[in-house]
């Protein structure tokens, strides 16, 4: 059954561990924007994926699936009404936040689940 609490505790992880780790990465000298923010793509979303495997053990994938969507419309929303950056103007980078970030947590949420089922053995 899905754990409604277990979810938002993830989304709630992923974004504080997010903010610590890309205020850390803000110290390093990282010249390419593109390396910065792949980093935070797979930190954000792998964090996602991980931990909905690890606390929503009956339903990991929808709820990997589920937090990626929420938290790239959270994104999405605080870029248009915070800093009034107009990302609802352009569809395709819309869909490709999306597929990239559902894409990133699957594969965190899978290795994960995989990971689990051959230490007890179920494989």
Not at 26 to 33: D, Q, R, T
Not at 78 to 90: C, K, R
Request: aromatic share 16%; proline share 2%; glycine share 8%.
């Amino acid at each position: 059954m899905f754990n409604t609490m277990k979810f938002f505790q993830t989304i709630g992880v992923s974004i504080l561990l997010t903010i610590v780790i890309s205020f850390l990465l803000g110290f390093l000298p990282i010249e390419s924007y593109g390396l910065f923010l792949f980093v935070q793509i797979v930190l954000t979303y792998g964090c996602v994926g991980f931990f909905a495997a690890i606390w929503n053990t009956e339903t990991p994938y929808t709820a990997a699936y589920l937090g990626s969507i929420v938290i790239v419309f959270i994104n999405l929303l605080v870029s248009h009404f915070v800093f009034n950056i107009l990302v609802f103007a352009d569809p395709e980078g819309i869909g490709m936040s999306l597929s990239s970030a559902v894409i990133v947590s699957l594969l965190f949420a899978v290795v994960t689940v995989f990971i689990r089922n051959k230490r007890e053995g179920v494989l």
